[in-house]
């Protein structure tokens, strides 16, 4: 099975700062790559697919990019509402084991 | 509105069974692939079931093979998960969601608000 390594685990930001996160896959899977949010106590919400296309009504302050075994998320200037927890997930399967953005 | 609505969740002894269904509204329900996804308490998401529209394909997560079955009525607009055999480690809310377009490997919308599934004794 493939497996889905995102990095960091946490982090701490300020509102306006820019935000990376990283998803690496264990081997080769194209651009089959999805990005989720989470609240605590809510569903994921769906904000990139296919590694880089944004999600209807998703701002455009999300980007993604990447292809092959890295990927990347970028919440160009963070928000006071997207203080969350982010997985990347291959394909329809496995998901990555989640970065919390949290409040500095 | 697309609207999911999933229900059947509880309190279950180990070895026992439950069916959770969730019933879909507001897109043509047998035009998309149906899907199944678990968080157990204070943990990350874990894909657990998918169904293509006709029903005609199934996958399954390796932990859960043999003993859990989705199906879906498309009659009825509703996606089934029968869990049989059942662990404690099957304890979580699990959500049903919508694939978001024809391709199942495009990600997942929208999502269920999630029922809670109990494993204990």
């Known amino acids: 099975d493939i497996q889905m390594t995102q990095s960091p685990s946490s982090l701490s930001a300020s509102v306006g700062d820019r935000v990376t996160i990283t998803c690496r896959a264990s081997?080769?899977?194209?651009?089959?790559l999805n990005w989720y949010q989470q609240k605590p106590g809510k569903a994921p919400k769906l904000l990139i697919y296919?590694?880089?296309s944004l999600q209807s009504g998703v701002p455009s302050r999300f980007s993604g990019s990447g292809s092959g075994t890295d990927f990347t998320l970028t919440i160009g200037s963070l928000q006071p509402e997207d203080f969350a927890t982010y997985y990347c997930?291959?394909?329809?399967?496995?998901f990555g084991q989640g970065t919390k953005v949290e409040v500095k | 509105e697309v609207q999911l609505l999933e229900s059947g969740g509880g309190l279950v002894q180990p070895g026992g069974s439950l069916r959770l269904s969730c019933a879909a509204s507001?897109?043509?329900?047998?035009?998309?692939?149906m899907n199944w996804v678990r968080q157990a308490p204070g943990t990350g998401l874990q894909w657990v079931s998918s169904i293509s529209g006709s029903g005609e394909s199934t996958y399954y997560t390796d932990s859960v093979k043999g003993r859990f079955t989705i199906s879906r009525d498309n009659s009825k607009n509703t996606v089934y998960l029968q869990m049989n055999s059942l662990r404690a480690d099957d304890t979580a809310v699990y959500y049903c969601?919508?694939?978001?377009?024809?391709?199942?490997?495009?990600?997942?919308?929208?999502w269920g608000q999630g029922t809670l599934v109990t494993v204990s004794s």
């Open positions: 507001g897109f043509t329900f047998n035009n998309y692939a």
């Open positions: 969601a919508k694939a978001r377009g024809w391709e199942l490997a495009e990600g997942f919308d929208p």
């Open positions: 081997q080769s899977i194209s651009r089959y």
């Open positions: 997930q291959q394909s329809y399967r496995t």
């Open positions: 296919a590694a880089s």
